[in-house]
């Protein structure tokens, strides 16, 4: 065998190797079930009853509605873009408006238009009806 | 209908949809080939259903999305049938042990994708969250697309896997992230299945299915529910489709390839991207016929790029990359290349895999690297690409990078990694050619 070829036989061989991913493989032969309970709760794991309030807050509005966000974060890389990217997703169809931007301008026009406000996990004090509460947070429609 | 039954059962209506569009295009398709290309065709062309019903103003609804793809069925289908027959006919591929790993690793794979509802943050704020409000809206959503508020969403980003999980939220009678892991699982079979058709035609069935093996774990993508998957299996077989091409000048590949292209341009924006690179390839790489001719070939993937870009330069949707000065920031970025390369180096995803095949590519002979010149130029090209929007980028390039580069080079590793190792085993002369044995030349 020449010295070329036994280069060419490793380098088949490390890719063959490389490639291979054995977490993957073993996949079907351990208990998946601490995955699953890991994976459960990943994306919302710091505030784990924010999907459950998104939910009650879908249930209580109508497509179309407009809905302001108010969570204990307040800044945008500090936890409002989790709680505003996660709100768009559980209120699809409604119109989710940030009450802050990515420069963490605070947008008092998004307030002031919204229809309701979505408030978790903090109390908000302006004239407003609760429409729903539950899940750690509070829908109101404010008063105009 | 339990939510798993309804994914397969849109899975499966979406490979009976690809079949005819598989034998209108191809009609000898028989085997691996058949079924991979069939999901794949029949995933692309359902997104085109949903995209023409939305343009149409006609809300989505099971039955109006069911018969508008019962008429693309059927005129694929006398499309078919209308085709000649012909003589020639593949053999049927013989199976190796290699086989049962490729299918354990689909196998683990479909396990992992559906542990549990979707996590990836990127499915959630991107992929499944337009998906989502498109279902809601009962069309694609253009004043969510265009609302300054959503940009966060990438608005410009094709629409290919949305509305296949909006057909999946169809045929399930309602939005549920709970199994949207299988279309990707899906996708990477799809791919693998045309893997081992297309490397059956060139080398032995041990060797066939060892570099399907091997391409098993890049063609699965670990960012569940976002557009990678999708966009590795159109741009892996749409790459490797236009490799075989150039070297049997099959008309038939070139339709396969020019198709699978233009899908991956409906996936993700580096399809786009993809496209470029491939047209380049195919205007430097082969001599016959013309550079003109060939790109010629490649019509079918500009026309179905074209449909999203009209629409997105219509509905003014932005692109994050291009916002601003894109050239400026990039000159400013210049004097700093050598830093920035490092940390791209640094940050490499799988870098032993890269390091091997770099290896490979240099120790190969020069005429077999020379063979391989179009893919390896494909790939050259695209991560030139990729960087290039490293330096352009209005972020910040630290987070950018660490972000996105791992996704970015998974999506190119399949078709190099193809090439390289077929190089090489056809440099150790083990290799053999099926061309004797049936396939057309």
Known sequence: MTLRRALIVIALAAIVAMCIDPRLLLM?????????????????????????????????????????????????????????????????????????????????????????????????RTPADVVWKGEGGRLLRLRR | MTG?????????????????????????????????????????????????????????????????????????????????????????????????GTVLTLTAYALYATLKSLWDWDFWAIWGLKARVFLEAGGIDWRFLESRWNTFAHPDYPLLVPLTFDFIALVNGGWSDRWLGLPGVAWAAALLLVVRA?????????????????????AVSSHLGCAEGALIAFGGAGVLMIRAAL?????????????????????????????????????????????????????????????????????????????????????ARLPQAHEILAFLVMHLHEPWLWLAILTGILIAPAASRRSEGFVLLVTAIQLCFYVAAYFATPHDLHWHVLTSWPRLTSQVAPPVTFAVFLMLAKSLNVGRTLQSNGFRT
């Open chain 1, 28 to 124: 079907p032969f351990v208990d998946r079930a601490p995955y699953a309970r890991a994976l459960e709760g990943y994306p919302d794991r710091q505030w784990p009853l924010y999907p459950r309030f998104l939910e009650g807050v879908h249930a209580h509005t109508r497509p179309g509605d407009t809905i302001a966000l108010i969570v204990p974060a307040m800044r945008w890389d500090n936890g409002y873009l989790y709680a505003y990217y996660r709100a768009c997703y559980f209120l699809a169809g409604r119109e989710v408006l940030p009450l802050v931007d990515p420069q963490n301008n605070k947008l008092q026009q998004n307030f002031r238009n919204a229809r309701y406000v979505a408030v978790f996990g903090v109390t908000l």
């Open chain 2, 247 to 331: 070297r049997d000048g099959d008309p038939v590949l070139w339709r396969h390839g020019a198709l699978m292209l233009g899908f991956a341009a409906n996936c993700k924006n580096e399809g786009l991207a993809l496209l470029v690179a491939v047209s380049i390839g195919v205007a430097v790489a082969g001599s016959r016929p013309r550079a003109t001719a060939r790109l010629r070939r490649l019509w079918p993937a500009y026309a179905l790029m074209t449909p999203w870009l009209l629409l997105r330069l219509t509905h003014m949707l932005p692109t994050d990359i291009a916002s601003g000065s894109p050239l400026s920031r990039l000159i």
């Open chain 2, 4 to 100: 798993i039954i309804a994914t397969l059962v849109a899975i499966l209506s979406l490979i009976v949809l690809g079949i005819p569009i598989t034998l209108a295009i191809d009609r000898h398709a028989r085997g691996p080939l058949l079924l991979g290309t069939s999901f794949l065709y029949g995933s692309g062309a359902m997104s085109f259903v949903m995209l023409a019903l939305s343009i149409a103003h006609l809300r989505w609804t099971l039955i109006r999305v069911t018969v508008s793809a019962l008429v693309v069925f059927c005129a694929a289908s006398i499309l078919a049938v209308k085709k000649p027959a012909g003589a020639q006919r593949p053999q049927p591929l013989k199976a190796t042990i290699f086989d049962a």
């Open chain 2, 198 to 218: 297309l490397a059956s035609r060139e080398t032995s069935p041990l060797f066939a299915s060892l570099v399907t093996l091997t391409l098993a774990p890049l």
